[in-house]
């Protein structure tokens, strides 16, 4: 019996009561397999949709599960992924893609004929299994209270989950068969790749069965692939990978023939929701590619990283589906146990603006959608300028026409906007369509070995790679395009670069490129190119800004085509160095300047006073020369916003900077060099950042002056930390039997006692106690010194002056 059957009563009754459940069980429980096909056979459900995340898994599940029912896949079972439908009016279970999932939702929010929605494999936390839950769940709440949802994983956050979803959790106990752990620790993790070999010769030599090895990525299972070539005869090297064509990735799944064995060198393709026939040996490197998002050049570089425990948990779980097993993990156990617990989800790492389009069309903003990790303001700030540059959304962030075709099109946005455009200019620029598919092939393809792209595009035509070839009758296929040309234009290859990448034209810089998105770039060292302007299609390296494929380009004629990343201003600036005005008239392309030349009109008040607050942007406050009452106004304002926030408006220095428009722009209008900016008192200005009652407030609950008992008005000095300071003379403040407290009691006042010749003798928040102890010992020290002054021995209670004893 599978573990989940043992649970299945019960995850019944939960599903029936609760609109979401979590379902944890481990690999091998029978959960991708077993548990959707009993729901459907046993008329639970009338529809259910199950999402995969990845295309292997749901085209094998699919088949495995037809072939149960006896059935062509496509009648009781269908899939659907990307280029491939296989479903039928007697569909009742549907395997789906995360991408696929999300189109259904958006074509009929209601899913008018599904019932159940199932999420396996949930702790993948891909952005698209995020986007579709979340429309998911509005859809659940807003239209369909009947639909139900599961997330099903062997290594879910439950806890948080069930509170953030504010639903139940079953679990299903133990694995269908027990798995031995075997740690291999290393010497130098730097060479970690080195060690593997060795380490899959070793299981080999202590364990029966075929094994499953997982690596990073290609190259390394390349690199291992060639140090097993001393395997003996009955052992089969094979490999599989999301890239493979179909029919190697079925050899690689399928058993090896009777007498022989099998190593599979893999990537985290198969980490979840595949059985590989045979295997009971897994071997773990414990590391895998990640995409990792750099904001500032808006490239997604793949980076090799530690896998989380869960997915370790994953990895070993293929090596117990079909009968006891054991997995090697590379490194020693404290290693292995010093790994995060699960691996960061993808909406935080990734760049999010198909998630912002998804969301534009479904009519939400990202803050309005039920997601469990919100992405950071920095990562929406990028993703809205990068959907402006490719008119996906219009200049008030609105969806536009083009931007609601990219998101149809079932595509990376980039290359839909790219496809839409080339087919719109088609009329105007004859070939420009055939040449827009042959680059999305060979981008898709990942095959280019020439940094210039024309010539990666022309080697491909004459000796076109298997993968690009593929790539390429797919395209031609998708948009039932017929190539019968042998030649290739490639004129307008800048063009449709710069349309599916507006964002890396680029200007030459010094040893680099300046982005339009502002960020830099460098040149590979064998890039020849040495082109004022590029159009860049492919970046990565370190912090991902190292051009790796890109073609020359004439910024000028794109005008004509993509008027809208070109902006026409009149630069007003104040250079520090030289200490004039820079008044020009600016044609920029994001933050490329293009052309520059003395401003033909007038130099007005508006555009001085916007370049003096870049000036005081930069250096703050002390920008302005020393001016005690203003530095003491500012910190007096500060204090109160702090210590009564329910009277006072937020104010802070880096607030006001960044406000400076609103309260000082003004008052700057008529300053006309720098020397006369670092005069200007800003008292008035800061002062009316707060209204007449306010400023009333401030001056009783943070007085300038305190008025002490001989009479005398005393200047207080406020600090940002720490207790505001009074320095006055001991005999003024003779009678005083308490120290003075400010802002209704909030803010201590320190006391600094000083001698009638104003040195200090004692600093003090707590008066009382000082007359009653230390002032006997200055009271003997000052008589000496100062006897023509009050020494009483009764401070306290005595008379305050600031007169000597014979004008008292």
Not at 94 to 107: A, F, H, P, Y
Not at 481 to 496: I, K, P, Q, V
Not at 730 to 753: C, D, F, I, R, W
Request: glycine share 6%; hydrophobic share 40%; with cysteine.
């Amino acid at each position: 019996m599978l573990p989940v059957q043992e649970i299945y009563n019960s995850l019944i009754d939960a599903l029936k009561a609760n609109p979401i459940t979590l379902l944890q069980a481990p690999p091998g429980a029978g959960k991708s397999t077993w548990l959707p096909l009993q729901l459907m056979r046993d008329g639970h459900y009338k529809h259910i949709v199950m999402l995969e995340p990845r295309r292997l898994a749901a085209r094998n599940i699919a088949n495995y599960l037809a072939q149960c029912q006896n059935e062509p896949l496509g009648q009781s079972v269908g899939l659907r992924v990307r280029g491939e439908s296989k479903v039928s009016v007697h569909t009742r279970l549907e395997i789906v893609t995360e991408g696929m999932l999300t189109r259904m939702l958006q074509n009929d929010p209601e899913l008018s004929d599904v019932d159940l929605l199932i999420f396996d494999e949930f702790h993948e936390r891909s952005i698209a299994a995020d986007t579709a839950l979340a429309f998911a769940l509005e859809s659940q709440a807003a239209l369909r209270e009947d639909l139900t949802i599961m997330l099903m994983s062997a290594t879910l956050d439950s806890d948080r989950y069930t509170a953030f979803f504010n639903c139940p959790v079953i679990q299903s106990s133990g694995r269908s068969y027990p798995i031995d752990e075997i740690y291999c620790p290393i010497k130098d993790e730097s060479r970690w790749l080195d060690a593997i070999p060795a380490i899959i010769k070793q299981a080999l030599n202590e364990q029966t069965g075929s094994a499953l090895v997982f690596l990073p990525g290609q190259r390394e299972i390349l690199r291992v692939q060639q140090a097993l070539s001393d395997l003996s005869s009955n052992c089969i090297v094979a490999t599989l990978f999301g890239e493979q064509d179909k029919a190697n990735q079925q050899a690689a799944i399928s058993p090896a023939p009777q007498g022989m064995r099998k190593v599979v060198l893999t990537t985290n393709v198969a980490e979840t929701s595949l059985t590989i026939e045979g295997i009971r040996i897994v071997v773990d490197s414990g590391k895998r590619r990640a995409a990792s998002f750099n904001l500032k050049t808006g490239v997604t570089e793949l980076t090799t990283q530690s896998i989380s425990r869960s997915s370790a948990v994953q990895r070993a779980g293929r090596a117990g589906r079909i009968e006891p097993g054991v997995v090697y993990r590379l490194g020693s156990k404290q290693t292995f146990e010093r790994r995060n617990s699960h691996d960061n989800p993808d909406i935080l790492t990734s760049d999010i603006s198909q998630l912002m389009l998804e969301a534009k069309q479904w009519g939400a903003s990202i803050s309005e959608l039920t997601l469990l990790d919100p992405p950071s303001e920095q990562q929406c700030s990028q993703a809205t300028n990068l959907l402006s540059m490719l008119e996906a959304i219009d200049s008030n962030g609105k969806l536009t026409t083009l931007g609601s075709k990219m998101l149809g099109f079932g595509a990376d946005i980039r290359l839909a906007h790219m496809l839409l455009k080339a087919q719109m200019l088609e009329p105007r620029l004859s070939g420009v369509y055939r040449l827009a598919i042959y680059l999305v092939a060979l981008l898709e393809s990942r095959v280019n070995t020439a940094n210039e792209l024309n010539l990666a595009l022309h080697s491909q035509q004459q000796r076109p790679h298997p993968v690009f070839k593929q790539q390429l009758n797919y395209w031609l296929k998708r948009l039932k395009f017929t190539d019968s040309r042998t030649d290739l234009n490639t004129e307008h290859l800048s063009l449709l670069v710069s349309l599916a990448y507006p964002d890396r034209i680029a200007k030459k810089r010094g040893n680099g490129y300046l982005l339009a998105n502002g960020a830099g770039a460098e040149l590979n060292p064998d890039y020849w190119h040495n082109d004022e302007y590029i159009a860049i299609a492919s970046m990565g390296g370190h912090k991902g800004g190292r051009v790796f494929a890109a073609t020359a380009l004439n910024p000028l004629a794109l005008k004509e085509y993509l008027p809208h990343l070109f902006t026409e201003l009149t630069r007003c600036e104040f250079d520090e160095k030289a200490a004039r005005f820079i008044h020009q008239d600016e044609v920029k392309l994001g933050e490329i300047t293009l052309s520059s030349q003395p401003s033909k009109h007038k130099l007005d008040k508006t555009e001085r006073a916007k370049a003096w607050l870049s000036v005081f942007a930069k250096q703050g406050f002390s920008l302005f020369n020393e001016q005690k009452e203003s530095e003491q106004l500012l910190i007096r304002m500060c204090l109160a916003s702090k210590l009564m926030p329910e009277q006072f408006p937020v104010i802070n220095q880096q607030q006001l900077i960044e406000t400076a428009g609103d309260w000082l722009g003004v008052y700057l209008e008529d300053i006309k060099t720098l020397e006369q900016l670092k005069k200007f008192n800003y008292f008035e200005a800061l002062q009316n950042c707060f209204n007449w009652q306010q400023q009333s407030e401030l001056k009783s609950l943070l007085p300038l002056r305190l008025t002490v008992p001989s009479g005398s008005n005393i200047k207080i000095e406020y600090q940002l930390d720490g207790p505001a300071k009074l320095s006055v003379r001991m005999q003024e403040v003779y009678g005083l039997t308490s120290t003075p407290m400010l802002a209704n009691g909030k803010l201590a006042l320190l006391m600094e006692l000083l001698s009638p010749g104003k040195r200090s003798l004692q600093l003090t928040q707590d008066l009382a106690h000082f007359w009653n102890s230390s002032y006997r010992e200055v009271q003997k020290e000052m008589k000496g010194r100062y006897p023509k002054h009050f020494w009483p021995d009764d401070p306290a209670n005595s008379v305050a002056t600031n007169r000597v004893k014979s004008r008292m």
